[in-house]
DNA sequence: CACAACATTGTAACTATATTACATTTTGGA
DNA sequence: TCCAAAATGTAATATAGTTACAATGTTGTG
């Protein structure tokens, strides 16, 4: 089978995740791209997923603790790129419109630019959603 | 009545809208912050709108000739707040998430920190989301 | 005018995305 | 053990967007 934990474990598998959080950061991580809920939902039949909302729940939780993110323009979610998921610095994401995949871009003069602009408005910014549409280096090439 | 055109006139009221396309930018217009095509609808069953699809073939044709904006981390919509509708260089949107207004920002270095950021990984934007979510001035300091 | 070509509109059904409400089970500590 | 909190299960519903097809209106041309 397929499942990923058992037995005496009651399912628990990288870091403090609970059993349904393990399967869909599971099948994020698989993933070559991007996955909607409703995707991931289907992935996850075999391992007991029955409704939308045991997804929602594991993403909600995923997306706190940054080891997903939420592509806004997309309606869809993928696991964060860095290797250990300490720092999760991401500020944008760069979204190919052909191959589907998702690279991520910290840069930290942009995010000064961002602060800056705000600033100047006496907006405070709680959170930026940057997503670059076009295409990536590959396929802009074919 | 409210109707915006009628008689002879067919309805295109600013600058070569059909009918539909000036009621939703109307729509758009009145309101002090983003609508969701649903709110949209609503708002026009009397001028005789039932369907979605009345709604979305209007805002797809406003927002391709930038008069109305969307907001893809709202899944909303609103009027271009530049005057005439001449010059929407808008590349961000800082959004209030207690009044819910919306001001458009444009910025010649953000555009050019994002271009450089994307040349540097071989990627083509075709187009940038950049949606900021906090507080405005007048609502942080109260 | 008549007619063809095209754009716009109307309507229904459907797909996709996300949340609310409530019941049950699991887990961890006093 | 027993309780409280967290996690899970399930159904129903709300919200967002699309597909398919029919009808109507508009415009240019012979």
Do not use: W
């Given at each position: 089978m397929t499942r990923e934990t058992h037995s005496h474990d009651h399912g628990r598998a990288?870091?403090?995740?609970t059993k349904n959080q393990s399967l869909v950061f599971g099948a994020l991580s698989r993933a070559e791209g991007p996955l909607s809920a409703y995707t991931i939902l289907d992935q996850l039949r075999d391992d007991g997923f029955r409704a939308p909302l045991q997804v929602y729940r594991a993403l909600d939780k995923l997306v706190e603790t940054g080891m997903v993110h939420r592509l806004e323009s997309l309606n869809a979610f993928v696991a964060c790129?860095?290797?250990?998921?300490?720092?999760?610095?991401?500020i944008a994401f760069a979204i190919c419109e052909t191959c589907g995949k998702v690279a991520e871009i910290s840069d930290e003069p942009l995010e000064e630019r961002i602060r800056e602009l705000a600033g100047k408005d006496g907006f405070s910014v709680k959170r930026a959603v940057v997503e670059l549409r076009g295409l990536c280096a590959a396929c802009s090439q074919a």
């Amino acid at each position: 089978m397929t499942r990923e934990t058992h037995s005496h474990d009651h399912g628990r598998a990288p870091a403090g995740l609970t059993k349904n959080q393990s399967l869909v950061f599971g099948a994020l991580s698989r993933a070559e791209g991007p996955l909607s809920a409703y995707t991931i939902l289907d992935q996850l039949r075999d391992d007991g997923f029955r409704a939308p909302l045991q997804v929602y729940r594991a993403l909600d939780k995923l997306v706190e603790t940054g080891m997903v993110h939420r592509l806004e323009s997309l309606n869809a979610f993928v696991a964060c790129s860095h290797p250990g998921c300490d720092s999760h610095e991401t500020i944008a994401f760069a979204i190919c419109e052909t191959c589907g995949k998702v690279a991520e871009i910290s840069d930290e003069p942009l995010e000064e630019r961002i602060r800056e602009l705000a600033g100047k408005d006496g907006f405070s910014v709680k959170r930026a959603v940057v997503e670059l549409r076009g295409l990536c280096a590959a396929c802009s090439q074919a």
